[in-house]
């Protein structure tokens, strides 16, 4: 079950910097920064990832009390709804001026609120400037010492964050892991070298439509957070599995790489399997696409490096696609992209084949179109017999699960085997013809009827 990560906000007066620092612990410039008092009218909000997990933060316009115009009041009452609804307060000061009087009345609401508060003085980026924080002669009664930083220069925002983090594992509210947070998880995985880290920069390049992306190369590099329209993707690079040539000549996977990658994908909504175009598939994409047809997983096969491709004509694309269902058959059913990370060509489709496979992964078939599937299948192809003596009847067809589909295939028969392995491969090739169940994986279960099994 997806969770919500705990929520931060970020209040103080106007021009102390909280917009600067939001953006700042965001790793992107999401908020509007101006001198002008006033700018962030609206709550805005974004996900901040530190020591690989996740928390909410929410940024305020300045909350100066001699508020007297109804967008004033609009800028305070946001403010406040955003206090009421945080788990943390950061309490944005300027260390350069000290406590002002409208300080020290939003104080005295912060401590009435009941909620922990973090007091956090902006624009020490001198030396001296800290050191007069450090040993303050202004404080807050009731709240907490200061926290010297630069949000505009970056200097102890990463201390800011560790204080944050412990915060919240103190009252209860930690960080989530990126994984659980609402939105699509998408993993990517390949052995090296085949580009996945160049898919993720080219996904973030290329998007234009992108409001929240989170690279975290200096943070956390395995996980990006992205928003593109309405819609959040979590984007999980996976170490690339590689050949323990020195424990095993014979070209084992390194076990711990191996575990790590079939936890991620059983728990990722789509995996995206990312190989050379110019390389032929070897043992660790079998590898790798064996561990995915069990995941639950859908499946996106990205041949990257299409650029690298000479002398294409109009049906190489298509042999190319002949090759990796022949190599690979397992994973006929995920669709094939091809694309160059490098040059981003064709990366932009990629939402819209992720969009394509999750809806497909979750898609509820009524038990009338199943029953009428299952009639029609018959008719093209009468039921084979199994193991034992006689063809089983069958005698309805059900969904019981989605994400991805489960099926049971009810039948007349005294053992679950009575049925043909290739008359069940013949069904599910059906269902996706009939369903259009392009890069999810379904699973059919045998159920015998219970008059028959007593």
């Keep these: 079950?997806?969770?919500?990560?705990?929520?931060?906000?970020?209040?103080?007066?106007?021009?102390?910097?909280?917009?600067?620092?939001?953006?700042?612990?965001?790793?992107?410039?999401?908020?509007?920064?101006?001198?002008?008092?006033?700018?962030?009218?609206?709550?805005?909000?974004?996900?901040?990832?530190?020591?690989?997990?996740?928390?909410?933060?929410?940024?305020?316009?300045?909350?100066?009390?001699?508020?007297?115009?109804?967008?004033?009041?609009?800028?305070l009452k946001q403010a406040e709804y955003a206090i009421d609804r945080a788990d943390l307060i950061l309490f944005i000061v300027d260390a350069k001026v000290g406590a002002m009087p409208q300080e020290k009345i939003l104080a005295s609401r912060l401590r009435k609120s009941g909620k922990p508060v973090i007091v956090v003085a902006n624009k020490a980026e001198k030396v001296a400037e800290r050191l007069s924080v450090e040993n303050a002669e202004w404080r807050f009664q009731g709240l907490s010492e200061p926290v010297a930083i630069s949000a505009i220069r970056g200097m102890g925002v990463g201390d800011l964050l560790d204080r944050?983090?412990?915060?919240?594992?103190?009252?209860?509210?930690?960080?989530?892991?990126p994984r659980e947070t609402v939105g699509i998880k998408v993993a990517v995985i390949g052995k090296p070298n085949v580009g996945k880290s160049t898919l993720l920069n080219a996904i973030i390049g290329e998007e234009r439509f992108i409001t929240s992306p989170v690279a975290h190369t200096t943070r956390e590099p395995n996980d990006m957070l992205l928003t593109r329209g309405d819609k959040r993707y979590i984007f999980i690079d996976t170490a690339g599995m590689r050949k323990q040539s020195r424990v095993n000549k014979a070209g084992g996977l390194e076990k711990k790489a191996v575990r790590r990658n079939e936890h991620i994908v059983k728990i990722a909504d789509v995996t995206i399997l990312v190989v050379d175009a110019n390389e032929p598939l070897g043992a660790q994409e079998k590898t790798l696409a064996g561990f995915l047809k069990t995941s639950g997983s859908a499946v996106i096969v990205v041949a990257n490096k299409w650029d690298l491709i000479e002398d294409k004509k109009t049906n190489t694309i298509n042999r190319f696609r002949e090759y990796i269902a022949g190599?690979?058959?397992?994973?006929?059913?995920?669709?094939?992209?091809?694309?160059?990370?490098?040059?981003?060509?064709?990366?932009?489709?990629?939402?819209d084949e992720i969009d394509r496979v999750v809806a497909n992964r979750s898609i509820k078939i009524s038990d009338q179109d199943l029953a009428g599937f299952l009639k029609d299948a018959q008719t093209k192809h009468a039921p084979m017999k199994g193991a034992g003596q006689s063809v089983p009847k069958l005698l309805g067809f059900k969904q019981t699960r989605t994400e991805p589909p489960e099926f049971d295939l009810i039948m007349k028969a005294k053992r679950t085997d009575a049925l043909s392995v290739a008359y069940i491969r013949f069904l599910e090739n059906r269902l996706r013809e009939k369903f259009n169940l392009v890069g999810t994986p379904l699973r059919i279960n045998i159920r015998i009827a219970t008059s028959v099994s007593k």
């Design 164 to 177: 944050v983090y412990d915060e919240l594992e103190e009252i209860g509210k930690p960080a989530i892991d």
């Design 1 to 75: 079950m997806s969770e919500h990560p705990p929520v931060v906000a970020l209040v103080g007066r106007t021009n102390v910097g909280k917009s600067t620092l939001f953006n700042r612990l965001l790793e992107t410039q999401k908020a509007l920064v101006s001198p002008v008092a006033g700018t962030t009218r609206d709550r805005n909000e974004g996900d901040c990832l530190w020591r690989g997990r996740v928390i909410r933060l929410v940024d305020t316009g300045g909350m100066d009390v001699n508020l007297h115009d109804e967008i004033e009041r609009n800028i």
């Design 327 to 351: 190599t690979i058959p397992f994973l006929a059913w995920a669709p094939v992209l091809f694309i160059s990370a490098k040059t981003k060509q064709r990366v932009q489709t990629l939402f």
